[in-house]
Structures are given as structure tokens and as C-alpha cells.
């Protein structure tokens, strides 16, 4: 059975950091693309970062550059998302996404976890 499940999310405050993560099981890890998505109640998922298993390379949405960081540890099939200077517009739930690459929309993936909620909130 395919899972990802993520884990990590909470209330923090305005500026402060949380780390997310990603457990995958199921499916050949180092095959995929793991990617977060978040979403807000009304709007369509937004990409927010994104590890090539398979090499490394990482991406990151516009708005989230410089502030989160990705990474995977592929002996754990796990990836993180290092989220610092958390802002309001942070607020979301984020979702653990498995794709062939990176780039993907959130529909296109092939597999998706549960989500886990953020609120940045004083």
C-alpha cells in the first residue's frame, strides 16, 4: 500500500520555524519526485517546494524562496521541509506529493498524503 504521510505542522508565531515531514512508503522511493503543496480553503494548490530524489535537485516556488528548505533523507524514504520566518500568508495545509519530477501540478502526481495544517498566527 502506497503511503505518504506528513507530520510536523502546528500553530506557530509570526517569524518563527517549523519543520515538516514526510514519510513514504510503498513505492520505489528513489523513482519520484517528492514535492509540498499547500492549500488555502477557496484556492488552488500552490507548489512550494519540490526534491528529485534521484539527484537532488531542489526547487522552490517564488514565495517561499530563501525561507524553506527541502531536503530527503533516502534511507528513511523521508523527506523535510525546513520552513523559517514563518509568515500569516504561510497559513495552509500543506501536502506530501509523490511525482516522476519535479514541476508537476498537484494533480498530476501520482501519489498525495493527508495533509497536515500550519498556522502562523500571533
Known amino acids: 500500500e502506497v503511503q505518504l504521510v506528513e507530520s510536523g505542522g502546528g500553530l506557530v508565531q509570526p517569524g518563527g520555524s517549523l519543520r515538516l515531514s514526510c514519510a513514504a512508503s510503498?513505492?520505489?522511493?528513489?523513482?519520484?519526485?517528492i514535492g509540498w503543496f499547500r492549500q488555502t480553503p477557496g484556492k488552488e494548490p500552490e507548489g512550494v517546494s519540490c526534491i528529485s530524489s534521484s539527484d537532488g535537485r531542489t526547487y522552490y516556488g517564488d514565495s517561499v524562496k530563501g525561507r524553506f528548505t527541502i531536503s530527503s533523507n533516502n534511507a528513511k524514504n523521508a523527506v523535510y521541509l525546513q520552513m523559517n520566518s514563518l509568515k500569516p500568508e504561510d497559513t495552509a495545509v500543506y501536502y506530501c506529493?509523490?511525482?516522476?519530477?519535479?514541476?508537476?501540478?498537484?494533480?498530476?502526481?501520482?501519489?498525495w498524503g493527508q495533509g497536515t495544517q500550519v498556522t502562523v498566527s500571533s
Open positions: 510503498g513505492f520505489t522511493f528513489d523513482d519520484y519526485a
Open positions: 506529493t509523490a511525482g516522476l519530477v519535479c514541476g508537476l501540478g498537484f494533480d498530476e502526481s501520482d501519489y
